[in-house]
């Protein structure tokens, strides 16, 4: 769907338990309210996903069905057509960098095995902007995309090679610089690094309110308009 079927995409993600995510957010909605809204979060991410990549992998933390009072049934339905793989143990970087390398083992099977890599703070990412990304990523020149997120650190990363991703096990995560940082580590392994547009991560009520207010139509919207946000 994507003009460049090599490409997979790869979502690494938790399963929207309370007190597991959106742990900022949480201040200000309770653990209750923010795991509902990583729940509507991670919906709209697959969802946009299924409209362009034919190749999709789920890395996930945690069970779809053992999220306490969350309801997931939309979520499960969804990912029944994705290809759903666990998380490895370690920190983020770690996690990353393990959740590319088993894509890659998963997508060895003679197509070339491109990589792009997101997570569950952008799902009001858009077709056209994944589309962008992939070919991008397809281009003869480039080794690896990455697009940079408004507070510093990026919301998708891409590549053909997993030794490149190999380097965000070391890159420090969730700090102003950790974009700086992770197209410094992807240069210095050796890739040639597309980058793509920016986008803003859903981590704050601050982000919420733009988010909800910017794209109304979403699964995350909605549950923010009935959380009062937005």
């Avoid at 569950?120 to 070919?135: F, Y």
């Amino acid at each position: 769907m994507n003009g460049c079927p090599d490409v997979t995409v790869l979502v690494v993600a938790k399963a929207p338990r309370p007190g597991a995510v959106k742990t900022r957010l949480a201040a200000d909605l309770g653990a209750v309210g923010a795991a509902r809204v990583a729940a509507a979060a991670l919906l709209d991410t697959l969802l946009v996903c299924g409209t362009v990549f034919d190749h999709r992998i789920l890395a996930l933390a945690g069970d779809l069905s053992d999220t306490g009072v969350v309801d997931t049934a939309d979520l499960r339905h969804e990912v029944a057509h994705w290809t759903v793989i666990g998380q490895s143990s370690g920190d983020l970087g770690h996690r990353l960098a393990q959740a590319h390398a088993d894509a890659h083992t998963r997508t060895a099977n003679g197509r070339a095995g491109h990589i792009l890599q997101i997570g569950m703070d952008t799902p009001h990412v858009t077709a056209a902007l994944l589309q962008d990304s992939a070919r991008l990523l397809c281009q003869p020149d480039v080794d690896a995309v990455l697009g940079p997120a408004e507070d510093g650190g990026w919301w998708v990363c891409g590549g053909s090679d997993p030794a490149h991703a190999a380097v965000l096990a070391d890159v420090p995560m969730s700090r102003s610089d950790t974009g700086e940082l992770t197209l410094t580590a992807l240069r210095g392994a050796g890739a040639r690094v597309g980058l793509v547009g920016a986008l803003r991560d859903l981590d704050t009520l601050d982000d919420a309110k733009v988010i909800a207010a910017e794209h109304v139509g979403l699964h995350v919207s909605a549950e923010l308009r009935c959380q009062g946000v937005g």
